[in-house]
């Protein structure tokens, strides 16, 4: 199992609509959870990051986390042409006193004009 | 201009030869990283440093060396012994280890 899933897509919704990311992970001990964006060719930048259950909101973005069944997710609020790019969760692991930062392959948005 | 600086953008090395990319940052952070990424894979981690002086293997190090002399710079030295090298290279820094990522615009390297 890895340690970090995501759906690789591509996702396609139409434009104005919103785009639902899923991110699971297997490590419980995991302590928090970011969302970066790549465009092709770029590197990624981070959108969101959230440590403790529940919602987070940031503009049009809202990330929710849920420890006990292990995911995380982002939501996309009318979406835009914009915003088509892959979308890359990670995962911030402590073990031992040590930091492990573990990425998910990324899920390809596509968002239809 | 703040931020993360990676250079050369694009490289091309001849197969038998070290390279060299370069990683500056102005961010007053301690912690640095160098990720790999591949077409339709996810980043793997090089290596990072904690601290000046200090760093340490990740998960696919072997071909690769690294040295962090000054907190504001971690080079990458991709060494012949490195198999495939072709691949995006990304330097990334956190105030400290355990905290948020962030990314600098990354190096393209193409073995010809």
């Not at chain 2, 600086?5 to 640095?32: I, W």
Request: net charge neutral; charged share 20%.
């Amino acid at each position: 199992q890895k340690e970090v899933e995501q759906n690789s897509g591509p996702l396609s919704v139409p434009e104005g609509a919103i785009a639902s990311l899923n991110c699971t992970y297997s490590d419980r001990g995991s302590q928090s959870f970011f969302w970066y964006r790549q465009y092709s060719g770029k590197s990624p930048e981070l959108i969101m990051s959230i440590y403790s259950n529940g919602d987070k909101e940031d503009g049009r973005f809202t990330a929710q986390l849920n420890k006990a069944s292990q995911y995380v997710s982002l939501l996309i609020r009318d979406s835009q042409p914009s915003d088509s790019a892959t979308y890359l969760c990670a995962v911030n692991l402590a073990t031992s006193g040590t930091y492990k930062y573990i990425f998910g392959t990324g899920t390809r948005l596509k968002v239809l004009a | 201009d703040g931020g993360i600086t990676q250079s050369p953008k694009y490289l091309f090395r001849k197969e038998g030869q070290n390279v060299t990319l370069s990683c500056e940052q102005n961010l007053n952070h301690d912690a640095m990283y160098w990720y790999r990424q591949d077409p339709g894979q996810g980043l793997r981690l090089i290596y990072y440093s904690q601290i000046v002086n200090d760093f340490q293997k990740g998960d696919i190090a072997e071909g690769y060396s690294v040295s962090r002399e000054k907190k504001e710079s971690f080079p990458l030295t991709v060494t012949s012994a490195q198999k495939n090298p072709t691949a995006f290279y990304l330097c990334a820094t956190s105030d400290t280890v355990g905290n948020t990522i962030y990314f600098g615009e990354g190096s393209w390297l193409t073995v010809v």
